[in-house]
């Protein structure tokens, strides 16, 4: 199917594990992105990446990692999770000629 | 650095009334301005977006025009229904497509 997906959908882990949401496009947009929803916050952004091998931060990235080998993957990894990081985490990339970002369906991460 | 600011919510509105949601901003350059929605249990989805000033976005009944003079991106719907409960957002970009949100407000709407 085309479009964005997130996996998994729902996280429980525990403090000071290793922890990895996947993001996936089918549509070979360059840009993707990590944002994480809390409330009171709206959405911010962890990471983005403009092109395969090519990312940078964003307003909150200590404690995350990202990767991007090929052009439809965005993985992001929380090294050492802490009980801050629980929250609901978007990925989504954006359609350079219209400007529109579209979003996957989230994955809630609780880290206990 | 660029920051928008929404209006609190949460909002309760019965069917057929008028909704207003006041977005304000501040950005460096000459931001892109959006309104996304999301409904429970979904990511957000993009509901409209201006690119210049004096621009209007309209998208499903709902309305925001661009002004510059004010710094402000208003949604507006006349007539709200029970389906357009949702958390809306008001967000902006300047480069990179990266997107900076305001807090979100919850509409609910009552029949």
């Known amino acids: 199917d085309a479009g964005i997906t997130q996996s998994p959908r729902y996280k429980i882990t525990e403090t000071g594990r290793q922890v990895t949401l996947m993001c996936h496009q089918t549509?070979?947009?360059?840009?993707m992105f990590w944002y994480r929803q809390d409330l009171g916050h709206g959405l911010r952004l962890i990471y983005y990446?403009?092109?395969?091998?090519?990312?940078d931060k964003g307003e909150v990235p200590d404690g995350y990692v990202v990767s991007r080998s090929k052009t439809e993957n965005f993985p992001l990894t929380l090294e050492s999770a802490t009980r801050s990081q629980t929250s609901v985490y978007f990925c989504?990339?954006?359609?350079?000629?219209?400007?529109?970002?579209?979003f996957g369906p989230g994955t809630r991460l609780t880290v206990l | 650095g660029n920051s928008v600011t929404q209006m609190e919510g949460p909002v309760t509105l019965s069917e057929e009334a008028f909704l207003t949601i006041n977005c304000t901003y501040t950005?460096?350059?000459?931001?892109?301005l959006f309104w996304y929605v999301q409904y429970p249990g979904e990511g957000l989805q993009l509901l409209l977006k201006?690119?210049?000033?004096?621009d209007k976005g309209s998208n499903k009944g709902f309305e925001a025009t661009y002004r510059k003079e004010t710094t402000s991106f208003h949604l507006e719907k006349g007539s709200v229904q029970v389906s357009d409960s949702a958390v809306y957002f008001c967000?902006?970009?300047?480069?990179?497509?990266?997107?900076?949100f305001g807090a979100g407000t919850t509409v609910t709407v009552r029949a």
């Open positions: 989504a990339s954006v359609a350079s000629s219209t400007d529109t970002q579209y």
């Open positions: 950005a460096t350059g000459y931001p892109s």
């Open positions: 201006a690119t210049k000033a004096d």
């Open positions: 549509w070979s947009h360059s840009y």
């Open positions: 990446s403009a092109a395969a091998d090519i990312t």
């Open positions: 967000a902006l970009s300047t480069y990179d497509y990266k997107l900076s």
